[in-house]
């Protein structure tokens, strides 16, 4: 038993080291950016290049936009899939999938031939790179959402919410999405992550995002990228924690973050 | 007029009938329970009361307005579950207070009306709690306030002991018929428990397939059960195969001792018939009387049973655990005495169902 359990500390440090290092290894890195000291000059040169401000404004911008579009598309899509057409899950687990099958370059240029022509001339919008971020954040949102949906008895508790007098709007705002508040910002939390990094859509689109940007930025300079990798890690967890953080704040609710992985 | 009429009502599910054209009355301030094993339809049935299933075919009336089209929230029904179905983001108060909310009742009578629930149901202490923080039976103390707390026209409870522990199921049960007292609203309770609906209800609805059975008051239902299936579903019930001796003086046979079973059969010398005996209707002793060796001696707590084998055949017979009165031990030969008009003879056709519930009883306890 405690040979065993000294083999899993050993695994999990591994593990650790691991994850860590190249971690460790890029933030030290980051720190050369001047010659001969450790300083935060590449970071300072990251906040000062006004493209970077514009970039990442643009792709939030973005991200806002997709949150807003997808949520209000594929929530009451999953809602009303569990409550009154089990039978169609499959299908939808079919579809969710599909993100991942079709590489982001393919349904960059069906976008582009399908929407670039009357009746449909919609490529230079912002709203068709919208519409191209709900489709590769589908996956996470349904997923999360789904998972917050099971885990809290969705039929029953509609049904007594309808034997107390309760309509549709009264269901969805008073007992449904309170109780999915956990899945719902982890679903947010992921795509505003996938939208902020997202390269492919946004160049074949033609849009300053700041995907492109952290390319073009990796191709020319040394230091800042591993810069602006640091930040998106920081970024990443200062997310999580805030996700942690709010879920515990709700004492009504067992604290599970939505399995979307 | 009745308060709440069911007229025809059918449910199917695809090709499935699940409920096959029931007509029910139910009068104002009843508690009227539907008691019947799983598939019997009687939660299809609530459930189309409710409003969450619609009939495929005949009429649900509440107060002689038609509602078998309307939606469930507008029938002004109360409705308790059998996993309680709380909110979980609201605590015990603001659950009470969640259909007084949706109606936009002032924010004053509302306050009023939940600290009237909270002591109905003891639990003025417990209102700033959330669901999880609660035990399973005070969760379903909040929920019956909930439901009633928006005087509903009639309140509708699903199994909802069943999630429970067997002493918080007979304190809650006892509860709930206090409750419904006090109140006079119409119940309607759906159970498979038969001491629960025998022990709660004005009338009892015992369900097979889709279809009322027998309905009546609970002593009617125990003692004069209307067809073998409710007869073997209502109790315990010794089926015991017979041949039939003199028809017309009433005496048959059972493994070879002749019994009286008092009264002229509709039979031919010498056919095989079934009799059913409840074991409480035995004593030790008496004139008429099956006699056999006592296989088994279970303690029921107040019932002690005597398992006897009467012609290789298990036969329960109960009796009162009277200290003062000895035991017979197992091998010992016992004579079974039965009052003739306690004694129901039929067909052996006539209650397959019945034959099989209790033989496989029989063959456990043999």
């Given at each position: 038993m405690k040979k065993r359990s000294g083999l899993s500390w050993l695994g999990l440090c591994l593990g650790l080291v691991y994850f860590f290092l190249p971690l460790l290894a890029t933030f030290l890195f980051s720190l050369h950016g001047k010659k001969g000291v450790l300083s935060f000059a590449a970071y300072e040169r990251v906040f000062a290049d006004p493209q970077f401000l514009k970039t990442f404004g643009f792709s939030l911008e973005m991200a806002v936009f997709t949150v807003l579009a997808g949520l209000a598309l594929i929530v009451p899509t999953a809602i009303w899939i569990q409550l009154k057409v089990p039978k169609a899950k499959p299908l939808i687990e079919v579809l969710a999938l599909m993100p991942f099958v079709i590489p982001p370059i393919i349904l960059a240029f069906g976008l582009i031939r399908s929407y670039?022509?009357?009746?449909?001339?919609?490529?230079?919008?912002?709203a068709l790179l919208v519409a191209g971020y709900v489709i590769i954040a589908f996956p996470y949102i349904y997923r999360s959402v789904d998972a917050g949906l099971r885990a809290m008895d969705l039929r029953g508790l509609s049904e007594a919410a309808q034997s107390l007098g309760a309509g549709w709007p009264s269901l969805l705002f008073r007992v449904v999405l309170p109780n999915l508040r956990t899945a719902l910002l982890s679903a947010v939390f992921l795509t505003f992550a996938i939208v902020i990094g997202e390269l492919t859509l946004a160049v074949l689109l033609a849009w300053p995002a700041f995907g492109p940007y952290m390319a073009l930025v990796g191709r020319d300079l040394a230091y800042e990228p591993a810069a602006l990798a640091i930040l998106s890690f920081a970024m990443t967890w200062g997310s999580i924690g805030l996700i942690q953080a709010i879920s515990r704040g709700s004492p009504g609710q067992r604290s599970s973050l939505g399995g979307t992985h | 007029m009745p308060f709440l009429e069911l007229r025809e009502v059918v449910k199917s599910f695809g090709r499935h009938e699940v409920v096959k054209g029931l007509s029910l009355d139910v009068e104002e301030g009843e508690f009227l329970s539907f008691l019947g094993g799983s598939g019997c339809g009687k939660t299809t049935t609530l459930r189309m009361i409710a409003g969450f299933e619609t009939p495929t075919a005949g009429s649900i009336l509440i107060d002689g307005g038609?509602?078998?089209?309307?939606?469930p929230n507008r029938r002004n029904l109360g409705m308790v579950f059998q996993n309680y179905a709380l909110f979980p983001n609201m605590t015990v108060r603001r659950n009470i207070a969640f259909g007084l909310k949706i109606s936009g009742r002032k924010r004053s009578e509302i306050e009023r009306r939940v600290d009237e629930m909270l002591e109905l149901i003891h639990m003025g202490e417990f209102a700033?709690?959330?669901?999880?923080?609660?035990s399973g039976g005070q969760q379903q103390r909040v929920a019956l306030a909930r439901a009633i707390a928006i005087e509903p026209r009639a309140l509708l409870l699903d199994e909802p002991l069943s999630a429970l522990d067997a002493k918080i199921r007979v304190k809650l049960r006892d509860d709930i018929r206090d409750i419904q007292r006090k109140l006079g609203i119409t119940t309607i309770y759906v159970t498979h428990d038969q001491e629960e609906a025998l022990s709660i209800s004005d009338r009892v609805a015992v369900m097979k397939d889709g279809l009322i059975e027998q309905i009546g008051a609970p002593f009617e239902i125990y003692n004069r059960p209307a067809t073998p299936y409710v007869a073997a579903f209502i109790g315990t019930l010794n089926i015991i195969p017979a041949t039939a001796i003199d028809p017309a003086a009433g005496s048959v046979a059972v493994g070879g001792q002749v019994i009286s079973a008092g009264r002229r059969l509709d039979a031919k010398p010498g056919e095989e018939l079934s009799l059913s005996i409840r074991p409480e209707a035995f004593t030790l002793g008496g004139a008429n009387f099956l006699e056999g060796s006592v296989a088994k001696v279970k303690l029921l707590g107040s019932i002690v049973r005597l398992v006897v084998s009467v012609g290789g055949r298990a036969v329960s017979a109960d009796g009162f655990n009277d200290p003062s009165r000895r035991i017979p031990a197992v091998g010992e030969t016992v004579r079974l005495g039965v009052a003739a008009e306690a004694i129901v003879v039929s067909r052996p056709e006539e209650a397959p169902l019945v034959a099989q519930v209790v033989e496989a009883e029989g063959v456990d306890e043999a």
């Open positions: 670039s022509k009357p009746p449909f001339a919609l490529v230079s919008s912002p | 038609d509602v078998s089209r309307v939606q700033a709690r959330y669901p999880h923080q609660l």
